[in-house]
């Protein structure tokens, strides 16, 4: 079913899904969406991207469980986290602005 291949997909992308939750429930209810936003604007920007992850049988880290952390994050890891977080963020306002500037998207006013 569709709903299905698309956690599938969602779950070979974003290995936050694949892992035990260490967040409450209301911030796990955000976390499919958000993540099917970021997967679409992927789709957009990086069309041939998505072929990588046609395969529903496909495991991408075969015999891999992962590790939890011994604790929370500590100050440095989140601080780094913050950091790459933002980093990211500032690389997509500039590919959107780009975007825009160029006339891909109609911006309503």
């Known amino acids: ?20 939750a260490e967040y409450s429930l209301a911030i796990q209810a955000y976390i499919p969406p958000a993540l099917g936003a970021v997967h679409n604007f992927i789709r957009i920007h ?15 880290n075969p015999g891999f469980t992962g590790d ?9 890891e989140k601080a780094r986290a913050r950091m790459r977080r933002d980093e990211i963020a500032q690389a997509m306002w500039e590919s959107y602005q780009i975007a825009l500037e160029s006339g891909r998207y109609d911006v309503l006013e």
């Open 1 to 20: 079913n569709a709903v299905e291949r698309i956690f599938g997909i969602l779950k070979r992308r974003f290995g936050i899904l694949s892992h035990p």
């Open 46 to 60: 990086d069309v041939d991207e998505i072929l990588e992850f046609d395969d529903d049988n496909q495991d991408l």
């Open 68 to 76: 939890l952390a011994p604790g929370p994050a500590g100050t440095a």
